[in-house]
């Protein structure tokens, strides 16, 4: 089996007031999987998958006395499998 991948990821924030911070980022992933019947006695094993998916967040932090509280939700990175698939999952922080 070959497997080539390829991610970008980006960042930027915004001060919307003195106390208030607001994130965004995001990472683009691509992964090309190449699975190879070997000994040619199941041609049916042989394929070629591909993947890409962007995964955005938003984040913001707020300044209190002195203090931060920071909260923010993602959608989590997947992982490709060849047999499987990629089922997306979602990732809350607070």
């Given at each position: 089996?070959?497997?080539?991948?390829?991610?970008?990821?980006?960042?930027?924030?915004?001060?919307?007031?003195?106390?208030?911070?607001?994130?965004?980022?995001?990472?683009?992933?691509?992964?090309?999987?190449?699975?190879?019947?070997l000994n040619g006695n199941s041609p049916t094993l042989t394929v070629i998958s591909t993947y890409s998916?962007?995964?955005?967040?938003?984040?913001?932090?707020?300044?209190?006395?002195?203090?931060?509280?920071n909260g923010g939700s993602r959608r989590a990175i997947e992982t490709p499998l060849p047999d499987l698939g990629c089922t997306p999952i979602v990732e809350q922080g607070f």
């Open positions: 089996m070959t497997s080539n991948y390829l991610s970008v990821f980006m960042a930027d924030a915004w001060r919307a007031t003195d106390r208030l911070i607001i994130g965004f980022s995001g990472r683009f992933n691509y992964a090309q999987m190449d699975r190879s019947d998916h962007f995964n955005p967040a938003v984040g913001a932090s707020y300044a209190i006395e002195g203090s931060r509280t």
